[in-house]
């Protein structure tokens, strides 16, 4: 189901015109207004845009702008995250860091959670498999984990959804530590990775290195 096959968009006749690069958008202000800041000054002030009605978003790719309006409008999500063992690939990171700096850009609040939870499941699935001591990359048997070239992808998704003022749940932040620190011989191992784009992230997020230090210690103490 579409942001169109709702019955917010079915309920009454579209009013405000949205133009994402060349592709329009019909939508509603009843819609947008209460739930954007963005869309609210835009459209509740004397402005250009709400005389005309039409708002330009150049800035703003299309797919992502039907991503914001699937929100707004409450249809069903889908995970922007490549399944199994491609979950962190470079296009997912990509995806995931375009849609959370969307929401930012339009003032959203609350969208960025449900987001945030597609991470924490692919995270939960992390070693489901106790019978395997080590993780596996060659997408076989029943331990998932990612392929280390991914690692720093990871370290990129989780800081971006904790600077939206998300937290990803103890459990998959265990998860993950689990998982990395399994891989922790030489400078290609996962563990080394994940240390050296930590300490290279150009806008770190405090929480984020409170979380996976602690996940850290709480592990190794166990050992």
Same mark, same amino acid.
């Given at each position: 189901?579409?942001?169109?096959?709702?019955?917010?968009?079915?309920?009454?006749?579209?009013?405000?015109?949205?133009?994402?690069?060349?592709?329009?958008?019909?939508?509603?202000?009843?819609?947008?207004?209460?739930?954007?800041?963005?869309?609210? &000054?835009?459209?509740?002030?004397?402005?250009?845009?709400?005389?005309?009605?039409?708002?330009?978003?150049?800035?703003?790719?299309?797919?992502?702008?039907?991503?914001?309006?699937?929100?707004?409008?409450?249809?069903?999500?889908?995970?922007?995250?490549?399944?199994?063992?491609? &979950?962190?690939?470079?296009? #997912?990171?990509?995806?995931?860091?375009?849609?959370?700096? &969307?929401?930012?850009?339009?003032?959203?609040?609350? &969208?960025?959670?449900?987001?945030?939870?597609?991470?924490?499941?692919?995270?939960?699935?992390?070693?489901?498999?106790?019978?395997?001591?080590?993780?596996?990359?060659?997408?076989?048997?029943?331990?998932?984990?990612?392929?280390?070239?991914?690692? #720093?992808?990871?370290?990129?998704?989780?800081?971006?959804?904790?600077?939206?003022?998300?937290?990803?749940?103890?459990?998959?932040?265990?998860?993950?530590?689990?998982?990395?620190?399994?891989?922790?011989?030489?400078?290609?191992?996962?563990? #080394?990775?994940?240390?050296?784009?930590?300490?290279?992230?150009?806008?770190?997020?405090?929480?984020?290195?409170?979380?996976?230090?602690?996940?850290?210690?709480?592990?190794?103490?166990?050992?």
């Amino acid at each position: 189901m579409s942001f169109k096959e709702t019955p917010f968009y079915t309920f009454a006749s579209p009013d405000i015109t949205l133009v994402a690069k060349d592709q329009e958008f019909r939508v509603h202000e009843y819609v947008l207004s209460p739930q954007s800041g963005f869309f609210k &000054a835009a459209l509740q002030s004397e402005t250009k845009e709400a005389y005309e009605r039409c708002i330009k978003l150049p800035e703003i790719q299309p797919n992502i702008m039907t991503e914001v309006l699937n929100w707004l409008y409450r249809a069903p999500l889908t995970s922007p995250l490549d399944t199994g063992d491609t &979950a962190f690939s470079t296009p #997912s990171l990509g995806r995931m860091k375009e849609i959370l700096h &969307a929401h930012e850009f339009f003032q959203i609040k609350g &969208a960025t959670r449900e987001y945030c939870k597609f991470i924490e499941d692919e995270l939960q699935k992390l070693g489901t498999d106790p019978s395997v001591r080590h993780p596996r990359e060659d997408g076989n048997g029943t331990f998932h984990t990612f392929h280390r070239n991914y690692t #720093s992808n990871v370290v990129e998704i989780l800081n971006e959804v904790y600077k939206s003022g998300c937290t990803i749940n103890k459990e998959a932040i265990a998860r993950l530590v689990a998982t990395i620190a399994y891989d922790n011989n030489g400078p290609e191992s996962r563990l #080394s990775r994940f240390a050296t784009t930590t300490e290279k992230l150009q806008d770190p997020n405090g929480m984020f290195f409170r979380d996976i230090s602690l996940a850290l210690t709480t592990l190794f103490m166990s050992r």
